[in-house]
């Protein structure tokens, strides 16, 4: 018996072992939140491939905070100093704030990539909307990849320690600027009178997205992934026509700005393109807003040459302005369009609704464009990022929260004076696990008669060039 107690305690251990990883992969398996045991973060990443795990810091750096391959038996331990942006962000301002949540960047062995948000223990890589490294049939390419390159039978070929160059080659900026939310531009006196109403409801009901682009040669992928909801206060603007307005100038614009803070972070991953058999940069670009400077409740009447603030209380009041304050309409925005006979009766120019839903969609989201200063900061550091920085803008869900309430409305009314179009964007972005691909509003309208080249795609044909002036890529 004596001889037998060491091999029982062996066994005992074991089996107590074995109940505790189960226990743990169990809590890990968490889909809906994130488990954390003594402060670190508890994750089941399943699936194959590589991956790293990373966390811009308001310092401007950016933390990797774990590496390692898919499919492990046990689950993945990790401390995410959200205490710095928290520190940050909850001051004694009244602003809404939304704490960035971990990314990973990861690349399956079957030749996809992407990133994502991470906002559950339980992490799915094979089913995420990735970027297909081997490219379409259009891009197949022959040929061998560098020595030691990890070749996916496809365009690419990826350096095999593609994650060290990502850890000391990844940064993030913080830009804290007055963006435009909304806007509306008339040419041509292609309208008689114009009569508009728009609302903007932000609050814990609204939740941050990482909108995240990666440039690959001659196309880019935008995709979204859920982040943190907002805290703190809200923004309630109300902005409309005191009655249906003249149009007397040739051209006539309004755009409603806020105030933003908002992070950028961007990294490149080495490749060789064996088409063009060159070493290339695979660029990507993510942007997440943390702050809502503008909060409280504003009511503002349009009187046709001016404006005036009715009701005004808050923080950071909203702006009115005749020029936009953006970087750019996303290049990758498709164009609606509505041709508008000149009947001599009012039209409906363009109606959106948006409100709360249980996921991102079509009906519960906005997409602002990024500020000026973002845009001008990629464009400096390379073409690559310059072109995700024209392809990119801030993404906003309106989820059931509480009892909090978001919404966003932007209803435009016109009495043609000629036969013209109305014209208002929508940004199609992959979301998530769930494979399908959302055309989020941009709701910055045109209303034309197709004389001017400003608009960036022709009214009547709906063809699309891209501009010189980053006011109009």
């Given at each position: 018996?004596?001889?037998k107690?060491?091999?029982?305690?062996?066994?005992l251990?074991?089996?107590?072992?074995?109940?505790?990883?189960?226990?743990?992969n169990?809590t890990?398996?968490?889909?809906?939140?994130?488990?954390?045991?003594?402060?670190y973060?508890?994750?089941?990443?399943?699936?194959?491939?590589?991956?790293?795990?990373?966390y811009?810091?308001?310092?401007?750096?950016?933390?990797?905070?774990?590496?390692?391959?898919?499919?492990?038996?046990?689950?993945?331990?990790?401390?995410?100093?959200?205490?710095?942006?928290?520190?940050?962000?909850?001051?004694?301002?009244?602003?809404?704030?939304?704490?960035?949540t971990?990314?990973?960047?990861?690349?399956?062995?079957?030749g996809?990539?992407?990133?994502?948000?991470i906002?559950?223990?339980r992490?799915?890589?094979e089913?995420?909307?990735?970027?297909?490294?081997?490219?379409?049939?259009?891009?197949?390419?022959?040929?061998?990849?560098?020595?030691?390159?990890?070749?996916?039978?496809?365009?690419?070929?990826?350096?095999?320690?593609?994650?060290?160059?990502?850890?000391?080659?990844?940064?993030?900026?913080?830009?804290?600027?007055?963006?435009?939310?909304?806007?509306?531009?008339?040419?041509?006196?292609?309208?008689?009178?114009?009569?508009?109403?728009?609302?903007?409801?932000?609050?814990k009901?609204?939740?941050?997205?990482?909108t995240?682009?990666?440039?690959?040669g001659?196309?880019?992928?935008?995709?979204v992934?859920?982040?943190?909801?907002?805290?703190?206060w809200?923004?309630?603007?109300?902005?409309?026509?005191?009655?249906?307005?003249?149009?007397?100038?040739?051209?006539?614009?309004r755009?409603?700005?806020?105030?933003?803070?908002?992070i950028?972070?961007?990294?490149?991953?080495?490749?060789?393109?064996k088409?063009?058999?060159?070493?290339?940069?695979?660029?990507?670009?993510?942007?997440?807003?943390?702050?809502?400077?503008?909060?409280?409740?504003?009511?503002i009447?349009?009187l046709?040459?001016?404006?005036?603030?009715?009701?005004?209380?808050?923080?950071?009041?909203?702006k009115?302005?005749?020029t936009?304050?953006i970087?750019s309409?996303?290049?990758?925005?498709?164009?609606?369009r509505?041709?508008?006979g000149?009947?001599?009766?009012?039209?409906?120019?363009?109606?959106?609704?948006?409100?709360?839903?249980?996921?991102?969609?079509?009906?519960?989201?906005l997409s602002i464009?990024?500020g000026?200063?973002?845009?001008?900061?990629?464009?400096?550091?390379?073409?690559?990022?310059?072109?995700?920085?024209?392809?990119?803008?801030?993404t906003?869900?309106?989820?059931?929260?509480?009892?909090?309430?978001?919404?966003?409305?932007?209803?435009?009314d016109?009495?043609?004076?000629?036969?013209?179009?109305?014209?208002?964007?929508?940004?199609?972005?992959?979301?998530?696990?769930?494979?399908?691909?959302?055309?989020?509003?941009?709701?910055?309208?045109?209303?034309?008669?197709?004389?001017?080249?400003?608009?960036?795609?022709?009214?009547?044909?709906?063809?699309c060039?891209?501009?010189?002036?980053?006011?109009?890529?």
């Amino acid at each position: 018996m004596v001889r037998k107690q060491p091999l029982l305690v062996v066994l005992l251990l074991i089996l107590l072992g074995g109940t505790t990883v189960g226990a743990l992969n169990y809590t890990a398996g968490n889909e809906d939140s994130v488990t954390r045991i003594l402060g670190y973060d508890v994750y089941k990443i399943e699936g194959s491939g590589n991956y790293i795990i990373y966390y811009p810091l308001p310092n401007g750096s950016v933390k990797v905070l774990k590496k390692g391959k898919a499919g492990s038996f046990f689950p993945t331990f990790v401390k995410v100093p959200r205490h710095e942006w928290i520190k940050e962000l909850s001051t004694d301002e009244k602003a809404l704030y939304a704490p960035p949540t971990p990314l990973i960047l990861y690349i399956t062995k079957d030749g996809k990539l992407g990133v994502k948000s991470i906002t559950s223990s339980r992490i799915k890589l094979e089913s995420e909307k990735t970027l297909n490294l081997k490219g379409d049939y259009q891009v197949q390419a022959k040929g061998s990849c560098p020595r030691g390159w990890i070749d996916f039978g496809g365009r690419y070929c990826l350096n095999p320690q593609w994650d060290l160059y990502f850890d000391s080659r990844a940064k993030a900026k913080t830009f804290d600027e007055w963006v435009s939310v909304m806007g509306l531009k008339i040419e041509n006196w292609a309208t008689e009178k114009v009569d508009f109403d728009w609302h903007l409801v932000l609050s814990k009901s609204t939740y941050s997205y990482w909108t995240v682009g990666i440039d690959v040669g001659p196309f880019t992928v935008l995709s979204v992934s859920k982040g943190h909801h907002f805290e703190g206060w809200a923004l309630d603007v109300y902005y409309k026509t005191n009655g249906p307005v003249p149009i007397y100038s040739r051209t006539w614009e309004r755009y409603l700005s806020i105030r933003v803070e908002y992070i950028v972070a961007h990294a490149k991953v080495p490749a060789y393109d064996k088409l063009t058999k060159r070493y290339v940069d695979i660029g990507i670009v993510q942007t997440y807003p943390i702050k809502i400077h503008s909060t409280g409740d504003y009511n503002i009447k349009e009187l046709g040459e001016g404006w005036r603030f009715e009701k005004s209380a808050g923080q950071n009041p909203p702006k009115i302005t005749k020029t936009p304050n953006i970087w750019s309409i996303s290049r990758e925005a498709e164009w609606k369009r509505k041709w508008i006979g000149n009947t001599g009766n009012w039209e409906e120019a363009v109606f959106i609704k948006q409100l709360q839903a249980n996921s991102l969609s079509s009906k519960s989201s906005l997409s602002i464009p990024i500020g000026y200063a973002a845009g001008n900061y990629l464009t400096g550091i390379s073409p690559t990022l310059g072109k995700l920085a024209s392809a990119l803008s801030l993404t906003f869900g309106f989820h059931k929260y509480m009892n909090a309430v978001s919404i966003a409305v932007y209803d435009v009314d016109i009495k043609p004076r000629k036969n013209c179009y109305s014209m208002y964007s929508v940004l199609g972005v992959n979301v998530g696990t769930e494979r399908i691909k959302v055309n989020v509003p941009v709701v910055f309208s045109i209303i034309t008669d197709g004389g001017s080249s400003s608009p960036p795609c022709n009214p009547r044909t709906g063809v699309c060039v891209e501009s010189t002036s980053p006011r109009e890529r």
